[in-house]
């Protein structure tokens, strides 16, 4: 008859930790993406590139007791998370389609990364241009739980992709909260919304964390 309950928690953990997220589990292994950022977009006012990254100052906090840490955006001067001692940090998320994936539905995937990889992306784009006119090959270097993996990444030659849309992280993964927000969430009873959702379009999600 039924599953037991055993299965389905493991089925709809499994759904909450994973779905969406690329991952290399060990060393050597390898997968070909092609991302959704074109890179440069122009050039800031001061003159400094301007790219179309998802690159923000973010906390990671356990907002609602859940045991479960959630991103939050950095607010600068005046974030009370950063005034609580809680540190930010500098984190990247790359949307991307991965094409080793076989499962269609499930090849739009994001990663999350930091300082040393957003150097490596910066400097593919000023090596190679758009980011998103090619694909790319990343394999990790380092074992299963190492806390020095790095990636190695190569692009490869320039091929033509019919890409989706980006999507808009801040609302949506990455937690955007006002002055009195941000307290509840240090405190751990900030209670999140089904659709803390900037766009419209309702996200049924039930994991609002996970936007892909
Ligand atoms: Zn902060």
Known sequence: ??????????????????A???????????????MLHKGQIGTEEDGSPK?????????KLDVDGSGKERT???????????????????RMFLQMINLDE????????????????????????????DLNARDIKIKRSGAKG???????????????RELPEKQNLVG??????????QIKAIEGRLEIKKNNNSSAGGDTDQDNSRVF
């Not at 690329?22 to 070909?32: Q, V």
């Not at 957003?118 to 000023?126: H, N, V, Y």
């Not at 190492?146 to 033509?160: I, V």
């Open 102 to 129: 076989k499962d269609k539905e499930k090849q739009l995937q994001l990663w999350e990364r930091g300082i040393t990889d957003i150097k490596q992306i910066l400097g593919i784009i000023e090596e190679y241009g």
């Open 172 to 181: 949506n993964l990455i937690l955007d909260l006002s002055r009195e927000d």
């Open 20 to 34: 969406g997220w690329f991952s290399l589990k060990d060393d050597g292994d390898s997968a070909t993406v092609r």
């Open 146 to 160: 190492s806390m020095k993996t790095t990636y190695q990444y190569f692009p490869k030659d320039k091929t033509e």
């Open 51 to 59: 790219y179309d990254l998802d690159v923000f100052e973010v906390h």
């Open 1 to 18: 008859m039924g599953k037991s309950l055993g299965d389905l928690i493991k089925k709809y953990d499994n759904v909450g930790a994973k």
């Open 72 to 90: 939050i955006l950095c607010k600068g001067e005046n974030c009370e998370i950063c005034k609580a001692g809680n540190k930010s940090s500098l």
